[in-house]
């Protein structure tokens, strides 16, 4: 199993530009999450969804947009691209959550290699 | 809104001692507890989940500890290591899938 896997892995993009990162995951979990991490500022959720078709804001939405057409990819979108989008970008995947009581490695969240954006 | 602080921000200890790193967190309503391990411009490794019911999880010189009421959570580190040198986060998790991280405490381990 590849887990969970990010493309592209580094990206400059201008001001104004638009771009899409694309997350994978090959372990048929439900849940998929995109972060991004800034020195300082640790890791933030921008987006989440909790199954096929669904999508969800988390604390730092604005900006981007998300899309969740097949169960094993989750898709960030910038459409108009900023400087103060310069960063880190990591996704994550996991369980179901409501399946209380199940292994002890059941909702873990496995996340990808990060894919490094920067924003001139 | 959730909150969770991890500390001390930095930690530095000789090898061979134990040590304790803590997270706390506002909201008492998680549903999971998660430590990570993040090495220099790497991505976020899991070392240890632990779901509200559970009160510990252990692997290998890890132990993590989690008390809900009290909005606490620690890592013990066994016997440490230079190889354990990395940041540490914590998340805690609701059942709604949302997810909190804490800033992450910076660990060297000096041989």
């Known amino acids: 199993n590849a887990g969970v896997t990010q493309t592209p892995k580094f990206r400059v993009l201008k001001t104004g530009q638009s771009m899409t990162l694309l997350c994978a995951q090959d372990?048929?979990?439900?849940?998929m999450y995109w972060y991004r991490q800034d020195p300082g500022m640790g890791l933030r959720l921008i987006h989440y969804?909790?199954?096929?078709?669904?999508?969800a804001k988390g604390e730092v939405p604005d900006g981007y947009n998300v899309s969740r057409l097949k169960k094993q990819n989750f898709l960030l979108g910038l459409e108009s691209a900023a400087p103060s989008q310069t960063s880190v970008y990591f996704c994550?995947?996991?369980?179901?959550?409501?399946?209380?009581?199940?292994?002890?490695?059941?909702?873990?969240?496995?996340f990808g290699p990060g894919t490094r954006l920067t924003v001139l | 809104k959730q909150e969770v602080t991890q500390i001390p921000a930095a930690l530095s200890v000789p090898e061979g001692e134990n040590l304790v790193l803590n997270c706390s967190f506002t909201?008492?309503?998680?549903?999971?507890l998660q430590w990570f391990r993040q090495d220099p411009g790497k991505g976020l490794t899991s070392l240890l989940l632990i779901q509200s019911s559970q009160r510990e999880q252990t692997s290998g010189r890890l132990n993590a500890s989690l008390d809900k009421s009290s909005g606490r959570s620690t890592l013990y580190i066994a016997a440490s290591q230079p190889g354990d040198s990395a940041t540490y986060l914590c998340a805690g998790i609701t059942n709604a899938g949302k997810s909190t991280f804490g800033d992450g405490t910076t660990l060297t381990v000096k041989p």
């Open positions: 969804s909790v199954g096929e078709g669904t999508t």
């Open positions: 372990m048929n979990h439900e849940y």
């Open positions: 909201d008492s309503a998680i549903y999971n």
């Open positions: 994550a995947s996991s369980y179901f959550l409501g399946l209380a009581g199940g292994p002890s490695s059941y909702n873990e969240q496995f």
